[in-house]
């Protein structure tokens, strides 16, 4: 039987024959993946690769691929948001599944492991700045997710149910969801250095995150909700904007992702890092280690 293929509308591709937004052609791309929201911190991560053999950019998406311990691994810039977030996961997904010659999906699927290494403000004073946090689960207050099919199979509805309960969302703003981390790389990233936490994930910086400067609220004790939430004795850890797009999107093209978290900001004491580089290098340094181990 003969596969549909995908329109040149849908499935955009360079001159060049790289996938558009990345420009990256299928060749170019590792099957393992760190992810982080800054062009400029591509190279904070492959300044410790032990060889680099392509790099490509386009707006805000930069790869490095190279490999680091003898293992192959490619960093791209994702750019901040949730819709980026459903730009480079569909764009890592096509390089790997899809075939760009005939258009066609593959008969035989790749998984790819995604790992994100972002910046994060905690809610609790537990978790205090320059600390290591990995997102065991994602809330999504962004809508993108629910722009797909088959999404029952991925949420957690009644964490997410919970959720709207007991911050009493306004469903104007969104309607939000809750998906886990995969359960393989939490393990293996976790460690004593590390805290397991519940992830807000946001549309964004100010208002969404509660921040005023000039433009008012229309909830102003929206983080004193976020911050009382409670289940199983657990509660939200931290706040940022890519974590469960991430984790949804991974799992409904059926790949593996985990979200790392450098915590800079606690918005419960009001303090920042003094030194967010280290501690982002830090992290990076870390991940890496984990990865290959």
Do not use: C
Not at 24 to 30: H, I, K, R, T
Not at 108 to 137: P, Q, Y
Request: glycine share 6%.
């Amino acid at each position: 039987m003969q596969l549909e293929s995908i329109k040149s509308s849908e499935l955009i591709l360079t001159p060049e024959g790289k996938i558009y937004h990345l420009n990256l052609a299928p060749s170019e791309l590792a099957p393992t993946i760190i992810t982080v929201g800054d062009p400029g911190r591509v190279e904070m991560v492959s300044k410790y690769f032990d060889s680099i053999e392509v790099k490509a950019e386009h707006r805000e998406f930069k790869t490095h691929t190279g490999t680091y311990q003898g293992k192959r691994i490619s960093v791209v810039s994702t750019g901040i948001g949730p819709d980026n977030i459903d730009i480079v996961f569909n764009e890592l997904d096509a390089l790997v599944n899809i075939d760009f010659e005939n258009r066609t999906i593959k008969k035989k699927l790749t998984s790819l492991d995604i790992i994100r290494i972002g910046t994060s403000g905690s809610l609790t004073d537990e978790i205090e700045v320059d600390s290591f946090l990995i997102s065991a689960i994602g809330i999504g207050l962004d809508n993108v997710m629910h722009y797909y099919n088959d999404i029952d199979t991925i949420f957690e509805r009644d964490f997410a149910q919970k959720f709207i309960d007991h911050t009493q969302w306004n469903p104007d703003n969104s309607v939000p969801y809750a998906v886990k981390a995969d359960k393989s790389l939490l393990d293996k990233l976790a460690s004593e250095k590390t805290f397991k936490g519940i992830t807000i994930t946001n549309v964004g910086f100010y208002g969404p995150q509660g921040r005023v400067l000039r433009a008012r609220l229309r909830d102003e004790k929206l983080n004193e909700k976020l911050t009382s939430f409670r289940i199983d004795k657990k509660k939200i850890t931290n706040m940022e904007m890519e974590t469960a797009t991430m984790y949804g999107m991974s799992k409904l093209l059926g790949h593996s992702a985990i979200s790392m978290n450098a915590i800079i900001a606690n918005r419960a004491t009001g303090s920042f890092s003094k030194n967010s580089y280290k501690t982002i290098d830090e992290l990076i340094r870390y991940t890496l280690e984990k990865i290959v181990q």
